[in-house]
């Protein structure tokens, strides 16, 4: 059988990049969405990764252009997906 040469994989990069996105965006979601101060230890928690966080949801974005823009803007790069992940997390702060 003979290999198609056109298909597309996707790197642990782009994978890695999904995974952490998709973590970032449920973090932020989240803690809009529901109160995280009503225990102590849930606050901390907040707290604690809230500025880690952000720095995620900042630059994993860029990150993601990189590598959609090294896949030639193939669909099927995960890259792709994880921008369009952080793309509404993102209005939901700033629009919050």
């Given amino acids: 059988m003979t290999e198609n040469q056109n298909t597309f994989h996707n790197s642990i990069h782009n994978k890695r990049v999904l995974v952490i996105s998709f973590f970032a965006a449920l973090f932020w979601i989240i ?5 995280v101060y009503q225990f102590a230890i849930t606050g901390a928690f907040y ?8 720095a995620l949801i900042i630059f994993l974005p860029i990150i993601s ?5 090294k896949d ?13 992940l952080l793309t509404p997390t993102i209005l939901l702060l700033l629009l919050n």
Wanted: overall charge positive.
């Fill in 31 to 35: 803690g809009n969405t529901i109160d």
């Fill in 65 to 69: 252009i990189v590598l959609v823009i």
């Fill in 47 to 54: 707290e604690l990764l809230s500025l880690p966080m952000l």
């Fill in 72 to 84: 030639k803007f193939n669909r099927r790069s995960m890259a792709l997906y994880s921008l369009l």
